[in-house]
């Protein structure tokens, strides 16, 4: 059960309480690194290929069961909240784990549903067809501009035909390609798409899509179809070679056969051989594929990969990795699991990726792949891929001494000795914060190539200062050869004044935390669009407030889930729509200006920032809340302002009841707790304080409260009332939209990240994740043990000495003495020094050392009882687990008592991690008479008045349990 969608109130007795590379422009350095990479024969991308909508998009969309209005699909119609559409970021789906926007269902059987996005052709005249990549169940329709583009799996080509039957099942990625209608104008234009569901189908809706435009006269070529020719493939224990994946490996020895590859489902075409014991076989298969690219002597711009996986796996193209989907960072080998099992949906789904063209060589090439399972008992594998590519109307430019390998292949000593021009420039010879003509001009015309070759150069040079002990030059070298690989990749719709400023000194320490910050859940492209936009709108105003401004992109370029900021309201009432990012970014930045916010804006960290702009009200409302009275030593009063609406507490009417949820309508009628929480916020917000929404359980219900950056640090205490026992809290981090781990709210408390120790720290850190990552696992041990002298509460410097120790096989005590270190070095921060100690306790256990084991975990929840029950309660947990799998039931209600009468006055926390799960498991299996006996002793010991929601969900299960 999740707490944060428990009804939220609180108590009515508590109503009264209440420079060189990193100057201003590309250094010398840098260009001539890009002027040699040219000479050398690097080609300019060209346009052949432009990815126009990429995967994860934004979409407009439509699920309700009458169909909206005929002209939906055409450009110019207004698709208002009102009449029924939704924004929403793709994939969309029903139903399916890791969807981004959940579509709604009518019964056993999805609607129809409706899409439509926005997006730019810049220079129609010049394409002759779009290629679209599509996942889809079952049946689209597609429209550009209101005329129909195509059709894929439905009888009928015609999006208002209610009797459409979409007969394509499953949700892999299928290719369709069209071409562009004669005359099409240069600049915004709508892409429709509608979906149709078969009843028949088992298998519930899903949608995305990729919209890649072709140039007149580029030429795709399909190379590898899915599901068709033969594959060499090794399914053996040991690693084939180590240079399996290139060109030079032969394979002629390897198996061969169609996809389907693998084992364990009805459809493998090729049965691949998982040995005689079932509960150990083979962690990971290989694959490979050879091809010739001709192209009729073109460039190669783009490439597909579309490819299915159980459980993880790693693309390799003429031995460089292209793709690593579920599985960990780092050097792996043949008995590195996956990180995580794949449901069915995802084993059976094609995954696309587009790629650089570049890696392609004329002639011979080989596409290869490993498969890792996430355990040796896994019951089934497999594995096939598809791949084309798109060709440039112009003669191939390749040379092999200037192809240019992703960062995460590079060999670090290899690059140093090939890019050693002018790479330790006296300090006083750094740029001064002035950009030079020259160095405009270089970026100005600086293709995605050009930046990719100044990444290498960038990153070895960053990597040879930082070992010659110039931190705060390494440090800005980093952060420059970071842009470097962004403005090769999403970053490229940058202006090239903003990316002069990025690289310029000015905005090294934004650059560094912004890096620090950036998630896999990020949208790239979107963060950069929005960037882009606001940088443009207000250019001067942007560098004054680059942090409000990179805070803004990178909360905005994802929709904000249903729930948030708390689920007690409908969607109706509140649309959990954030505002244009550019009126957001003007109204912070200049409340900031006219002195009417409590903190300089442009002074806090960015990870502080993502806090204030997180509104879901409209930026007339943000203003209107500027009217509020707020201080920072006053947010109580705020809280207590709001009326607590005792009668909905009494009748139970946790949602919100009234037809409007605006400030001032709350401010009118009241609240429960919650209401009063959104509202604090929500002022806070507007007058520039980092602030959040906390909800929790405490020993009698659950709560909701607020936290937020008083003078100097966090304050979490604002409506949370001590004697209930609010030990722990869940809030949404605005930037993923996924709970926060507890250390990372410490640190925020803290201001931790923004002291010069974590600072200087995170340099060491940032290299030795670089150096793991290049293979050099001798330095990255070093930066790491560097990283944690500087600052023991690195967490990522903990992570990557593991990752160390692992990579060399270090003996075992050498492993658990460094986790009893990283245990005591994070003493203050229970999550993690329990995580540590259960490590340090696993490693023990497999040893054979059971007390030693026991004695640890007895020794986390003892330090837990207290102050973090919930971590205790954990560690409970798993103890009565391991009891359900190998003791008799009377063993295992003897230990459920033990642990609740240490955990007596956990309360909520303790009923809905161990008592809930427990009398379930109990009624499972039949042991009424248990389950009566252990809710008798709980009521009991777990200190309940019979009153709030412990009592309710207590007596609840009295009325479960049969007589």
Known sequence: MEVEKSPLHRNPAHESRSRELCGTSLSPLALAVISSALLAGLAPVATAAEELIPLNSEWQYYDSPMPPADQWMSAGFAAKAADGWKTGNAPFAVDLPDTATPIASDGDVTPTTYFRTEFDFADPEALSKAVCYVRVNDGLVLYLDGVLLGASGVERPNANDPGNVGHNPGSSFSRMEFPIPAGLPAGRHTLAAVVFQNPQDPQRMVFDLSLVSLARGALTEVLIEPRKGDWKYFDRTELPASNWNSLEFNASSWKSGPGVLGYGDPDIATTLDFGTDSESRPMTAWFRREFELTGKGRTPVWIGIQFLRDDGAVIYINGIEMVRQNMPDGPIDPSTPAVDTQNNHDEMVYHFFPIDGSYLRPGRNVIAAEVHQVKPDSTDLRFD????????????????????????????????QATSTNTTDPPNQRSANVVNAGDSAAIQSATPADWKATTIAMRSSSEKVYEAGDLDQAARRYAASRWATEFAGDARVLDPALKQYLLSTDATTLSLEYFDLLSPRDNTRKVYTILNDIFTASPVAFKAYAGLAFAISIVYDQAPPANWPHHQVSQSLLPRKLPDPIEAFQFWSSTDQRGKTLHPLDKLQLEELKYVVDSPVSIAELRAALGEHARLSGMDDLYSGIRYDTQRFETGVYDWPHTSYDLDTIKKLGGICVDQAYFTTTVAKAHGVPSMLVSGAGQEGNHAWVGFLNKKNWDFNTGRYPESKFVTGTMFDPQTWEQPTDHEIAFLSERFRGTPKYRQSRVHGRFAREFFTDGDVAAAEKAARAAIDTESRNLDAWTILMDCLAARKAPRSEREAALADAAKAFGRYADTESYFLEQLAASYAEQGKTKEAEKLRAG???????????????????????????????????????????????????????????????????????????????????????????GEALDGWDKRLPD
Do not use: C, M
Not at 399 to 416: G, L, W
């Open 385 to 416: 891929l598809g791949l084309d590519v798109t060709f440039e109307p112009k003669a191939w430019k390749w040379n092999s001494a200037a192809v240019v390998q992703p960062p995460k292949q590079i060999n670090r000593h290899t690059t140093e």
């Open 860 to 950: 986390i929840i003892r330090r837990n009882r207290e102050a973090r029950p919930d971590l205790a309660l954990a560690q409970a947990k798993a103890e009565l687990d391991k009891k359900i799998e190998t003791e008799p039931v009377q063993a295992q209600v003897a230990h459920y008592k033990s642990v609740i009468n240490r955990l007596d006055d956990a309360g909520l926390i303790a009923f809905y991690s161990l008592t809930e799960p427990f009398l379930a498991h109990l009624g499972r299996k039949g042991e009424t008479d248990a389950a009566r006996d252990v809710l008798k002793y709980t009521k009991r010991r777990l200190k309940s008045s019979g009153e709030g929601q412990l």
